[in-house]
């Protein structure tokens, strides 16, 4: 099972992060965007090669008002 | 926009017209005082505004206009596939620079992760380190806040920490390489003002990086008694989001921390116990 921003998601392992991404219509070029895997940083250059695990914590992040 | 506002005056008019950004009606002339430099950056502007708390986008993008502020607060939080409009894309058409917070983090080690997250998301190197240590209070977590202000720095982070203020650990924060210190006034969005001002100015002293005033501020007053302690600048959110009118409010705030700068170097006159006649009595008549 891999977990999308804490929900279980649909995904199967083997998947592509870029996979990840698309289900919340965030593309790869997308400004102020980031995104954790088991709670490390993935750089952008990696979202369209990194192969996502059966385990997966996937966090994608994006800018919010805040103080 | 309220009449106070309108621009009415040659200077005003000149400046907007150069200043197409600007929102209309909003006071675009340049801030009256000297520029502050944090980490090798210069703004001309010494208001740090917070983006939380406003209603919409749009009444964001008129307060940023009316404040001039040239610096923001964005946070990172789980992407809302469902939200409308882009905040990046807001502030880009403000033309203000980020400055990334990690509010809501409780470890050094959440706080860390979520700069390097946004060192990616907007690709700069500032952080507005905040960790948690209370949620009544919303006061930093002090050990935490130095062990990550410390890795962040090694990382090769601008850090700018959300601080208590307390003198020594402001001086521990700038040790470890902190580009500015941010201690609060009272807790976050209480709109307390400042209640120790004397612990403000001793962190004045302590330190020899920008001090800017972070959390409590109010009101405009508020603003100014920071700057008239020597902060370098003040960081406003709630005082001006959750105002009645905040895009007036804003511009309360860029008058106040004009006015106390502008004030804090002029140097102020001492206080007295008793009266100093500022007329001379040399040549007074004599009537009796």
């Avoid at chain 1, 997308?30 to 090669?49: F, K």
């Avoid at chain 2, 740090?48 to 001039?68: E, H, K, P, R, Y």
């Avoid at chain 2, 809501?104 to 946004?118: E, I, N, Q, Y």
């Avoid at chain 2, 001086?171 to 976050?188: E, Q, Y």
């Amino acid at each position: 099972m891999i977990l999308l921003n804490g929900e279980q998601s649909e995904l199967a392992s083997g998947e592509t992060l870029a996979a990840a991404l698309e289900r919340l219509g965030v593309t790869t070029e997308q400004r102020g965007v980031a995104v954790a895997v088991d709670g490390e940083v993935v750089p952008r250059a990696q979202w369209r090669s990194l192969v996502l695990s059966e385990h997966a914590r996937v966090e994608v992040l994006s800018a919010m008002q805040g103080g | 926009m309220a009449d106070a506002m309108s621009g009415r005056s040659p200077v005003r008019q000149d400046a907007a017209t150069h200043n197409g950004a600007r929102a209309a009606g909003v006071d675009a002339a340049p801030p009256a005082t000297d520029p502050l430099a944090i980490a090798g950056r210069t703004l001309r502007s010494r208001l740090v505004m917070g983006t939380g708390g406003f209603s919409s986008l749009a009444l964001l993008a008129d307060a940023i206009a009316a404040g001039g502020s040239e610096l923001v607060t964005v946070a990172l939080r789980r992407i809302d596939p469902a939200a409308r409009g882009s905040l990046i894309d807001v502030l880009d058409a403000a033309g203000v620079e980020l400055l990334p917070n990690t509010a809501g983090c409780h470890t050094a080690r959440d706080a860390v992760l979520t700069a390097r997250l946004a060192r990616e998301a907007f690709a700069t190197d500032w952080v507005k380190l905040e960790v948690i240590g209370d949620e009544d209070t919303l006061m930093p977590d002090a050990p935490e806040l130095l062990r990550a202000a410390e890795e962040l720095v090694e990382e090769g982070f601008v850090v700018l920490p959300y601080t208590t203020d307390d003198p020594v650990l402001a001086r521990r924060l700038v040790d470890v390489g902190c580009a500015a210190v941010m201690p609060l006034g009272s807790p976050i969005g209480s709109g307390m003002g400042i209640r120790n001002p004397y612990n403000i100015s001793l962190i004045r002293e302590a330190v020899d990086v920008p001090v800017v005033l972070d959390a409590g501020i109010g009101t405009a007053s508020d603003a100014t008694l920071a700057m008239e302690l020597g902060c370098d600048a003040v960081m406003v959110a709630s005082a001006i989001s959750r105002a009645e009118d905040p895009v007036r409010m804003a511009a309360a705030m860029r008058a106040a921390v004009n006015a106390g700068r502008l004030a804090r170097t002029a140097g102020r006159i001492p206080r007295r116990l008793h009266a100093r006649a500022s007329t001379p009595d040399e040549g007074l008549a004599d009537l009796a």
